[in-house]
């Protein structure tokens, strides 16, 4: 049995027949009502082995169609054994007539999410001040391309999805005779049992085998496992040259909470598929992906988020496609993104196209202090102290801050403050009276041995506070 569109029940019995009942839901009782049947002798030898069965109708016939006729009009889907089979209608002068065609092979189970409702967003629905789909036409932000059609199968390797079930019966009309479409396969380390339309997520389990010592058997644990399909749906479309279908779709996905995070692990799988390719530009995928997300307000966070989950390697694959990372820095903090130009410094220090003064860091500094974003100022600070051992440069740009290192006032030398590797007036005085390295530190007035130096170096730079 399987439900099928809102209301129709399909029942498949051993005698080899498949009977469609109308679900008649009434406040006195809810009755099953048979509209219709398909005897499939001669097509289906051994109904024992059908495991699953569910059917495709044309749009038509789901919009105005007479209930009573979807058996003349439908595809229909058997799960037989391991093999995904389809049963093709088509007219004939005997009557109906089926052409029968195996789609996929190992299929342990498969879903066709019309029969699992659509998604609860709107058509072209957006967030505030999203710029995609401003400039795109009604009929476009129309088209059905919400994956409500689409066909998944696990194969025990991965999960392998038919964005469109419709193309799939194009492509095994008989009229036609073509190959299938590839359908778009995904991968899991764990075993996924479901898909998750509206969330954009594959879910399933994980097992863990526990052994203990004080037992003689073994047990299973399960832990509930998921894994974003988005990225690779909105890949394969990319790759058909259909940027308006994955920005149609990223637009009914984009006010989930991981939306940003979907979109930069797509720029991450294209990256770590192209980086050892020496594709030219022609070939390569990542022009359209960097076109793609430029649309998304995230645009340059999602960047600097895969340039940190990458190797150094990749950068220059990436970056070939990219703006300059001056031209992105810059990008950044007229938006007021000083993280995200942060992390850009690390890119332009890499690439050696930071200025000997780091007069980038010293501006991102400057805003970082005038926001009040003092672990910012912090990194900035030891960013600056690896540029420049000597603390000029960091000195250089405190000066023009007018910022002060806490204790320079009560004597306490910014050197020491800096643990810079400067050398102490202790140091000198031990070189001039000729103690060895080693010697017993000076003992002050407490009698204890003074520890002031090492006592800053354990809290990390600490060169700025708030000075409210």
């Not at 065609?101 to 609860?120: C, I, K, P, W």
């Not at 967003?121 to 967030?127: A, E, F, N, V, Y």
């Not at 930071?354 to 500094?365: M, P």
């Amino acid at each position: 049995m399987s439900m099928t569109g809102q209301d129709s029940l399909l029942v498949y019995t051993y005698d080899n027949v498949l009977y469609h009942y109308i679900v008649n839901a009434s406040n006195a009782a809810v009755t099953l009502v048979q509209v219709g049947q398909l005897a499939l002798h001669g097509i289906v030898r051994a109904p024992a082995r059908v495991r699953a069965v569910t059917w495709i109708l044309p749009d038509f016939q789901l919009r105005d169609g007479d209930p009573s006729q979807d058996v003349a009009c439908a595809s229909v889907l058997f799960l037989v054994d391991a093999k995904l089979v389809l049963l093709q209608s088509s007219s004939s002068d005997g009557g109906p007539k089926y052409d029968m065609r195996v789609v996929a092979h190992n299929v342990e189970y498969f879903d066709l999410m019309r029969d699992q409702g659509t998604l609860s967003m709107s058509p072209g629905q957006s967030l505030p001040g999203s710029p995609v789909g401003e400039h795109m036409p009604t009929s476009v932000l129309d088209a059905d391309r919400n994956l409500k059609d689409s066909l998944w199968y696990f194969d025990g390797d991965s999960i392998r999805c038919w964005m469109d079930v419709k193309d799939m019966l194009e492509f095994t009309s008989t009229e036609n005779e073509r190959d299938l479409p590839q359908p778009v396969p995904i991968s899991t380390d764990f075993y996924p049992t479901s898909v998750m339309l509206d969330r954009g997520i594959i879910l399933g389990l994980d097992t863990e085998m526990i052994q203990r010592w004080d037992v003689h058997f073994a047990f299973v644990r399960h832990t509930i496992r998921t894994q974003l399909f988005l990225p690779h749906v909105l890949r394969q479309y990319l790759s058909n040259g259909d940027s308006a279908g994955a920005s149609i779709l990223a637009l009914r996905y984009q006010d989930l909470p991981y939306f940003s995070h979907a979109l930069e692990v797509l720029l991450h799988i294209v990256l770590d598929d192209e980086v050892d390719a020496n594709l030219d530009a022609e070939g390569s995928l990542m022009p359209s992906v960097v076109s793609f997300l430029s649309a998304f307000p995230d645009y340059l966070d999602i960047v600097v988020q895969c340039t940190r989950k990458t190797e150094v390697r990749s950068w220059h694959t990436l970056f070939a496609y990219l703006p300059p990372p001056q031209q992105l820095f810059e990008d950044s903090l007229e938006k007021g993104l000083l993280k995200t130009a942060g992390g850009y410094l690390l890119v332009l220090h890499t690439f050696q196209e930071l200025d000997a003064s780091s007069e980038q860091c010293i501006r991102l500094l400057q805003k970082a202090k005038e926001g009040g974003d003092w672990d910012l100022c912090k990194e900035l600070a030891r960013f600056l102290m690896a540029l420049d051992a000597s603390g000029d440069t960091l000195r250089e740009a405190l000066g023009r801050m007018n910022l002060k290192a806490p204790g320079e006032a009560n004597g306490v030398s910014i050197d020491m403050r800096l643990a810079t590797p400067r050398i102490t007036q202790e140091q000198k005085h031990h070189q001039l009276n000729g103690n060895p390295p080693g010697a017993p530190r000076p003992v002050d007035s407490e009698g204890q041995k003074s520890n002031r130096q090492t006592g800053s170096s354990q809290k990390g730079l600490g060169i700025f506070e708030d000075p409210s």
